[in-house]
């Protein structure tokens, strides 16, 4: 299956099952950033970041195929705006690959203005899931492959 940037252009290249139950797997989290989430420049710190993309790629991951999941990678991780204190910050992840044992979630964060309507996307990542049976051995992530 291919990778894209965009999920709605990625379920345009997975059969109409897979496309649907990438449809039905979105996760979206939504965390408000308070003084104990952020460095010493009062800005989301990016540990938090990357532990907040990891658990939303994996509710999305678990979502399509509910099966036992490890995190195996993530790809790139780019920082593109701070994310300040008292601001909130929406995770979007979905699915965009889907091997035979594996898949790969694309994650984005957008920071939002607690006080005002503005809205802007300020990181983004990719992270890979390996599913395993009860022996930790890789199985097949979706029947239909």
């Known amino acids: 299956m291919s ?5 709605a252009q990625t379920q345009n290249h997975f059969p109409d099952d ?4 990438i449809a039905q797997s979105e996760a979206r ?10 460095n010493h420049h009062n800005t989301l710190f990016g540990g938090d970041a990357l532990a907040w993309m990891d658990e939303t790629a994996f509710i999305a991951a678990t979502r399509f195929c509910r099966k036992s999941l490890v995190t195996v990678s993530s790809d790139r991780i780019d920082f593109k705006k701070a994310i300040p204190a008292g601001s909130l910050a929406e995770l979007i992840a979905n699915v965009i690959h889907v091997g035979n044992t594996s ?5 984005n964060i957008y920071v939002e203005d607690m006080y005002h309507d503005h809205r802007e996307h300020a990181i983004r ?6 599913a395993v049976d009860e022996n930790r051995n890789p199985t097949q992530v979706w029947p239909h492959n």
């Open 18 to 21: 897979i496309a649907a139950r």
């Open 103 to 107: 898949l790969k979630v694309e994650v």
């Open 3 to 7: 990778l894209a940037q965009n999920p």
């Open 29 to 38: 989290v939504i965390k408000a950033i308070f003084p104990s989430n952020t």
């Open 125 to 130: 990542g990719v992270f890979t899931f390996v």
